[in-house]
């Protein structure tokens, strides 16, 4: 169960619902829009909250409009459509499972794992069973770690790194701006899951999606394409315009790693998901639908209009 605080929430007068994470690369994605700078794009309500607690929400069917891991579009595709753009694909920016450097007491692990096949039997902490980076980190294990792991525990991805840390438990499988900061914690990246992926299958790695209610109508589906794309570019033109927005919502998330987070999530995959990026997400889902991790797609299940 996730301890982040209540969402926030603006409220806007018969304004599309919408909810996406305050990470730095939604927050710089969304400025434009969020602030009425796109011409003819509808107005938004927006909701903050991390993306557990979105993936909850689509499945309930709660939003017009939200953010969440390509892991649960399996669940949600017959209420919600894929839109083809706003969303977070890369290169290089897969999650990491961390354990503690050896010699920190305790940490045999590390040195155990240096093929990787020590993790077998180990208890490692996930943010999501329900994310993509849970299904990367499946898929990765099914490849290398033969055996298997042992226990899983999820807990809010802030809450990993100190966890692997104090030694509570083996592992842990870390996201977002946690590729820059593990190294504070003491910890050591026994591997990296977008890396097995690119390897593995030559294509980006599928993380966050931006999904809508079917019910809304093709006209409008196309408007909010069309306005998702229109803020993207104009975060890219003016990139000091999304700064306060970044700011506000970031934390206490130091600004230089903050624009690095932006620039590693923010790419050409976000304008537009394109042949590749339709590719990975197809891929990724058919792949954890192999290992019964989740329902198997419908053929045109991710076609934006249908």
Request: proline residues 7%.
């Amino acid at each position: 169960m996730s301890t982040e605080p209540a969402p926030k929430t603006t409220r806007t007068e018969a304004a599309l619902k919408i909810a996406y994470s305050p990470c730095p690369n939604d927050t710089f994605v969304f400025d434009a829009w969020a602030h009425g700078r796109v011409p003819g794009a509808p107005a938004l309500d927006v909701t903050f909250a991390d993306i557990d607690i979105t993936n909850g929400m689509a499945e309930r069917g709660e939003f017009d409009v939200l953010k969440v891991s390509y892991a649960v579009l399996p669940w949600v595709l017959d209420e919600y459509a894929l839109l083809p753009c706003g969303g977070a694909l890369g290169r290089g920016c897969g999650p990491l499972v961390l354990t503690r450097r050896p010699g920190d007491g305790g940490a045999s692990l590390p040195e155990r794992s240096r093929e990787l096949g020590g993790l077998t039997g180990a208890t490692v902490a996930v943010p999501s069973e329900k994310s993509t980076a849970y299904l990367l980190f499946r898929l990765w294990a099914a490849d290398v770690v033969p055996d298997g792991v042992g226990e899983i525990v999820v807990m809010p991805f802030h809450e990993i790194m100190p966890a692997v840390r104090d030694g509570k438990v083996d592992a842990g499988l870390v996201i977002h701006e946690a590729r820059f900061t593990y190294q504070n914690y003491g910890l050591h990246c026994l591997a990296d899951m977008g890396r097995h992926w690119e390897e593995t299958t030559g294509l980006p790695i599928p993380l966050g999606a931006i999904i809508a209610k079917r019910s809304l109508g093709e006209d409008t589906l196309r408007l909010l394409a069309d306005s998702a794309r229109a803020s993207v570019r104009a975060a890219w033109e003016d990139p000091e315009a999304s700064r306060p927005y970044v700011r506000e919502h970031a934390q206490e998330m130091d600004p230089t790693v903050a624009d690095r987070h932006i620039g590693l999530y923010v790419n050409e995959f976000t304008a537009d998901l394109g042949e590749d990026g339709y590719a990975a997400v197809r891929g990724l889902l058919t792949r954890a639908a192999a290992e019964g991790l989740v329902p198997p797609l419908g053929r045109d299940a991710l076609e934006f209009l249908h």
